[in-house]
């Protein structure tokens, strides 16, 4: 089975701190990745994805990719109370249907004012 | 760029009707449209992938005769819920890619309620 693992949280955060979000996948020949943010009753809007090793930044959003150790994180600076929300890390996998995203359960942040 | 358009918004309908949700790209080609349900408090769940003019692969246990899908086109994907039941009562969404690019794009969603 292979699988996407998120903290489900929830993380809280001061306003104005640095949120970090962590994310581990199992299927080693995984291409692509995601960061969706879903706030309550509404759909994932996709923030960042990221492709090779390092980092990618994006405004207060900056997504880190470790291909060896599987991990893909999500750095959120200068946290707002508008970020609260579900974050979903997404992966494609390796293989046929490689265009099909897997989801972690994903990380409830909490930005307290 | 990348809007995806979905319709209606909301709907309640009563147990054995039919219901269709509409699924729209705006500004690209959606040659890959999929389809996710989410339960309260759940993970989206994958129902079906579609590609534009081919039948849909569903995932399993979802049944395809329940849940029709048709991509007509390359911007307009429709989900059928024939004879719905009270426990087909979710949050219905599709997502979008075009050829060349991994992301995926997602309507704003249907809440469907089967009285």
């Known amino acids: 089975q292979k699988e996407v693992e998120q903290n489900s949280g929830p993380l809280s955060v001061p306003e104005g701190a640095i949120a970090s979000l962590n994310c581990t996948y199992s299927?080693?020949?995984?291409?692509?990745f995601f960061w969706y943010r879903q706030y309550s009753g509404k759909s994932p809007e996709l923030i960042m994805s990221?492709?090779?090793?390092g980092d990618k930044e994006d405004g207060r959003f900056t997504a880190q990719l470790n291909k060896a150790s599987q991990y893909v994180s999500l750095l959120i600076r200068d946290s707002q109370p508008s970020d609260s929300a579900t974050y979903l890390c997404?992966?494609?996998?390796?293989?046929?249907?490689?265009?099909?995203?897997?989801f972690g359960k994903g990380t409830k942040l909490s930005v307290i004012p | 760029g990348a809007v995806v358009s979905q319709h209606p918004s909301w709907v309640i309908c009563k147990s054995g009707t039919s219901v269709k949700i509409e699924c729209r790209s705006l500004?690209?080609?959606?040659?890959?449209m999929f389809w996710y349900r989410q339960f309260p408090k759940q993970s989206l769940m994958l129902m079906a992938t579609?590609?534009?003019?081919?039948?849909?692969?569903?995932e399993q246990g979802v049944e395809k005769d329940k849940f029709l899908i048709n991509h007509a086109s390359l911007t307009l994907s429709t989900l059928t819920v024939t004879s719905a039941h009270p426990e087909d009562s979710s949050f219905y969404i599709c997502?979008?890619?075009?050829?060349?690019?991994?992301?995926?794009?997602f309507g704003p969603g249907t809440r469907l309620t089967v009285l």
């Open positions: 997502s979008a890619r075009t050829s060349g690019r991994n992301e995926q794009f």
């Open positions: 299927d080693r020949g995984s291409q692509s």
């Open positions: 990221i492709y090779s090793n």
């Open positions: 997404a992966v494609t996998l390796s293989g046929a249907g490689s265009y099909q995203l897997t």
């Open positions: 500004d690209f080609q959606a040659t890959t």
């Open positions: 579609s590609n534009e003019g081919s039948k849909a692969t569903y």
